[in-house]
Each structure stands twice: as structure tokens, then as C-alpha cells.
């Protein structure tokens, strides 16, 4: 049974260049959120999916989007990168609103 | 809103010692705790969980948090650590009608032998 898969594992962007990361949900969930985690810090909350739908969305500006497809995998885009960007994106999936959350191991973007 | 502070950033303890990893959080309405572990280059996974219950929750590898509602706390314990339970600890919380679950800075739990 395949956990949460995220591709790539590492990436390099220019600032103001775009990057679009992906995301596979566990067997059986239905539900995804992403984190940016900066070096050092706790995972901070960018925004949920649900059924297709942002469902709740953190303090995080419009240049951060997302998307989730019908078999539930999700992608986080981000435009116009900032030096500021860089981090490890996580994705998480659950089965439903506060159930514990199942990690991938992330996507190390560095942006320069 | 709700927040998470974990008092220590770092925590080095020796094999076999006890261990407290603090955990405090703000909210206005009933919560759902968490506690998650980052093993050295490995995503977080669960560690326990307070849902409902019991305010002592445990874990399978001897770890375990109580929840004391009147501190707004959820220190995670475990009475005699080993060198494997090097990692970095993160304390959360998800309030019982919203969706996200929001995460402490962390907590870098260093075994020495």
C-alpha cells in the first residue's frame, strides 16, 4: 500500500520563474493539504483540498494555487517565485476533516 | 486563532534518561491534539493523538502526552529514551469544526550515549 508520494524530490527555480509541484494521496484518502516548511521551522498551513474544492486556505498569498483531480492526487503551483519560496513543500493526506495526517517526504525547492 | 508553542527548541538528554518535550496551545474552541515525529531525513509521521477520552494517550514505542485542558498543554514524555529517538518533534493542534492543523516550531530531541 503506497503512502503519499510527491514528485520531484528536489528542484532549482529562478526567481520570478513559476514551478508546479505534485502530489499523490494514500490508498483511500480523500483529502490533501499542503505545508511550506522554511529550514528550522514547523510546517506551515498553505491549503487544504477537498472534493476538487480549496477548502480552507492559510495566510499565504495568491501566488500560491492548487489544484486536486478527480483521483484525488493534487498539484501546488506557485508564480512568480520569491528568494523568500524556498523550502521543503509537504503534502499530507487524510480521510476527512481532523483525522491524523499522512506525510510524503516533500519537495526541497531552492529558489535563486 | 489558534497557535502552538513548543518551549524548547532543543532538548539534548542522555541514553536512557526520562525526557518532557512541552507543548502549549491557544484556541477558543475544543481541539484535537497531535504530536508528529521527523526521523533524520524521513517525512513526519504520527506519533499519538488526543481525540476524545482519556487525557493520557500513548504511543507504541513507550512515548506518551496528557492532555490538561485548564493548561492548554500537551507535553510529550517518555521515561527512558534511546539513541533512535534522536529526531525532531512537532506538537499540533486542529480545532473539532475546522480543517487545517496548525504546527508548533518543533522540538530537536538529541540522545547522547
Known amino acids: 500500500d503506497a503512502g503519499v508520494t510527491q514528485s520531484p524530490t528536489h528542484l532549482i527555480k529562478t526567481r520570478g520563474q513559476q514551478v508546479t509541484l505534485r502530489c499523490s494521496p494514500k490508498?483511500?484518502?480523500?483529502?490533501v493539504s499542503w505545508y511550506q516548511q522554511a529550514l528550522g521551522q514547523g510546517p506551515q498551513f498553505i491549503f487544504q483540498y477537498y472534493e476538487e474544492e480549496e477548502r480552507q486556505r492559510g495566510n499565504f498569498p495568491d501566488r500560491f494555487s492548487g489544484h486536486q483531480f478527480p483521483n484525488y492526487s493534487s498539484e501546488l503551483n506557485v508564480n512568480a517565485l520569491l528568494l523568500g519560496d524556498s523550502a521543503l513543500y509537504l503534502c499530507?493526506?487524510?480521510?476527512?476533516?481532523?483525522?491524523?495526517?499522512?506525510f510524503g517526504n516533500g519537495t526541497r525547492l531552492t529558489v535563486t | 486563532a489558534q497557535s502552538v508553542t513548543q518551549l524548547d527548541s532543543q532538548v539534548p538528554v542522555f541514553e536512557e534518561a526520562p525526557v518532557e518535550l512541552r507543548c502549549n496551545y491557544s484556541?477558543?474552541?475544543?481541539?484535537?491534539l497531535f504530536w508528529y515525529v521527523q526521523y533524520p531525513n524521513q517525512g513526519l509521521q504520527l506519533l499519538l493523538k488526543?481525540?476524545?477520552?482519556?487525557?493520557l494517550v500513548e504511543s507504541i514505542n513507550g512515548f506518551e502526552a496528557e492532555f490538561n485542558k485548564s493548561q492548554t498543554s500537551f507535553h510529550l514524555r517518555k521515561p527512558s529514551v534511546h539513541i533512535s529517538d534522536t529526531a525532531e518533534y512537532f506538537c499540533a493542534v486542529s480545532d473539532t469544526g475546522g480543517f487545517k492543523t496548525i504546527f508548533g516550531a518543533g522540538t530537536r530531541l538529541f540522545v547522547k550515549a
Open positions: 490508498s483511500g484518502h480523500d483529502t
Open positions: 499530507a493526506s487524510s480521510t476527512g476533516s481532523n483525522s491524523p495526517l499522512h
Open positions: 488526543y481525540l476524545s477520552g482519556s487525557t
Open positions: 484556541s477558543s474552541v475544543s481541539v484535537y
